[in-house]
């Protein structure tokens, strides 16, 4: 059974750096490409950046050049470091298991609140 | 480009309704990659459907999805209290990116 964990959530206060963490089991993580979702309180869904598995990254104009996306085969997690973090980065951060480049994402985890606020 | 759901839809048990997603662009027509996803409170968000209409093996058969011109629909059928949920639609863009649609309420009456 595909299994996402996710980890690292917190408040933090704007302008912070804060780390968060995805575990995987349940398939082969090396070769899957993994995402990033995001859901602010009362919007929509958006995906803010993709691990792809061959090396190649994806981010979004709203994160780009301040969210870096690094995945550890070895321990089968994704990271997402967030730095220079604004109030409208506070979402419910999912990770998925992305089953191609063209979606779809198959399997998502609970997900794991930031919240920026002075 | 955009996508585009109704902020709401309701139906009673037993019946059938349809979200509808509509692209502002060609996100839609061009590309068979439409997904639908559901989410319950507190719960991980859940694949129903698939490439416009395929289902994953665990999902019931009471779900379905179709595609006419830049418009995408996921139809539920004998509806069940436990399908009250917010329905997402998401369809793979020309820039190489998943875009999501605004997410449907559906409440079972």
């Known amino acids: 059974e595909v299994t996402l964990v996710e980890s690292g959530g917190d408040l933090i206060q704007p302008g912070g750096s804060l780390t968060l963490s995805c575990a995987a089991s349940?398939?082969?993580?090396?070769?899957?490409?993994l995402s990033w979702v995001r859901q602010a309180p009362g919007k929509g869904l958006e995906c803010v950046s993709v691990?792809?598995?061959?090396?190649?990254?994806y981010y979004s104009d709203t994160v780009q050049g301040r969210f870096t996306v690094s995945r550890d085969n070895s321990n089968n997690t994704v990271y997402l470091q967030m730095n220079s973090l604004r109030v409208e980065d506070t979402a419910i951060y999912y990770c998925?298991?992305?089953?191609?480049?063209?979606?779809?994402?198959?399997?998502w985890g609970q997900g794991t609140l930031v919240t920026v606020s002075s | 480009s955009a996508l585009t759901q109704p902020a709401s839809v309701s139906g009673s048990p037993g019946q059938s309704i349809t979200i509808s997603c509509t692209g502002t662009s060609s996100v839609v027509v061009d590309y068979n990659y439409v997904s639908w996803y559901q989410m319950h409170p507190g719960k991980a968000p859940k694949l129903v459907i698939y490439d416009v209409f395929k289902r994953p093996s665990k999902i019931s058969s009471r779900f379905s999805g179709a595609k006419s011109g830049n418009t995408a629909s996921l139809t539920i059928s004998g509806l069940q209290p436990e399908d009250e949920a917010v329905y997402f639609c998401s369809s793979y863009t020309d820039t190489s990116t998943l875009l999501f649609g605004g997410g449907t309420k559906l409440t079972v009456l």
């Open positions: 349940g398939f082969t993580f090396s070769s899957n490409h």
């Open positions: 998925a298991k992305v089953g191609r480049r063209s979606g779809p994402l198959s399997s």
């Open positions: 691990s792809y598995r061959d090396g190649d990254i």
